[in-house]
């Protein structure tokens, strides 16, 4: 799957470090490539400054580096880019997950401070919360490139946050508990790339502890998908329940001219036969995904609680209807025994 370089004075890997995965998510020329290739030592990875992807798809590369850390990176093409589909996006995402046999441990989000936050990367940000939930947050590390850049103008990263930072871009470090490292890959300094390496993969170890040594992998992905699912069909037959009353009020209107105890009662069959079908298919439907949404996070008792209330208030307006139909009819006789 990917290569493993061995350094010469390589060392067994300690208990306490273990292997660590990492995959590289930002737009074209924000130098994700040139950081994989900071990160293994080595030019590994085809690197150029154009505005043109020269990553095609996902590829991983291993290092073992001198105190025996294993590390993993797996690079990507511009999914940020604007041009780039959502739908491109996620399966390439989904199939760096896949690529990580034991799961990935830091999502590494880069982004370059010569060239402005755009807000095609806020929204391919907010397309991941979507595609994989604000759990992906608890694993991100924010990676500026451009370092040199900054040295150059006599600028730190502090600088930068402080005063050049775009807001969408602050908000995003606050979603992942302000973990952020500065890269110069141009530099000829070894103290320098080994010093930046070290500072990363210390974010790495950090958010391996913070999420209890647990790698977001495939089966983090399919109970969230799970736990979706089941969200959008619990919305959807509450929908469906929307619908039904709407359209038994609207008949009631229309046809209030007719026989006031027949139409209710036509009504109240109809409807309580679709409360009675709706509420056998959920019950179903909650004791199939029992087991999956117990890993959910309580999304679908959620679901539940709301489905509840929706029945609840539909029963409610079924009797609010029933009991306007009754005043109406007491109101005709009246009527009629008054002209009589």
């Not at 900071?38 to 580096?65: P, Q």
């Not at 850049?149 to 775009?166: A, I, R």
Request: glycine share 6%; proline share 2%; charged share 30%.
């Amino acid at each position: 799957m990917g290569e493993r370089v061995i350094d010469g004075d390589w060392k067994p890997t300690s208990p306490s470090n273990g292997e660590r995965t990492v995959v590289l998510l930002g737009r074209t020329g924000n130098g994700k490539s040139a950081t994989g290739n900071s990160i293994l030592g080595r030019r590994a990875f085809k690197a150029s400054a154009s505005s043109s992807a020269v990553t095609k798809t996902c590829e991983m590369k291993t290092t073992v580096l001198k105190d025996g850390q294993v590390v993993n990176v797996i690079d990507t093409p511009g999914l940020f880019d604007s041009s780039t589909e959502f739908e491109y996006v996620s399966k390439e995402i989904v199939k760096c997950i896949g690529m990580a046999k034991d799961g990935i441990h830091a999502v590494l989000l880069v982004f370059s401070v010569r060239s402005r936050f755009s807000q095609e990367e806020e929204a391919a940000v907010h397309h991941l919360q979507t595609l994989f939930g604000k759990k992906i947050f608890d694993y991100m590390i924010v990676v500026f490139t451009g370092g040199d850049d900054l040295e150059d103008n006599e600028k730190t990263l502090e600088d930068y946050l402080g005063l050049e930072c775009p807001k969408p871009l602050k908000e995003i470090l606050k979603l992942c508990d302000h973990r952020c490292v500065l890269f110069d890959n141009k530099t000829k300094y070894k103290v320098k790339r080994t010093e930046q390496v070290q500072q990363l993969l210390s974010l790495v170890n950090a958010v391996n502890v913070k999420n209890g040594g647990q790698p977001y992998t495939n089966e983090f992905f399919a109970e969230l998908k799970v736990a979706q699912l089941a969200q959008r069909k619990s919305n959807d037959e509450i929908y469906k329940l929307r619908e039904n009353l709407e359209r038994a009020q609207k008949e009631t209107e229309e046809k209030m001219h007719e026989s006031y105890e027949d139409q209710i009662k036509r009504i109240t069959e109809v409807v309580e036969s679709k409360l009675k079908e709706t509420t056998i298919r959920l019950e179903q439907q909650l004791a199939e995904e029992h087991a999956a949404r117990l890993k959910a996070d309580g999304a679908a008792q959620l679901a539940q609680m709301k489905s509840n209330e929706e029945i609840c208030k539909l029963r409610e307006n079924l009797e609010r209807v029933q009991w306007e139909a009754e005043e109406l009819r007491k109101r005709a006789e009246k009527e009629g025994c008054a002209i009589l």
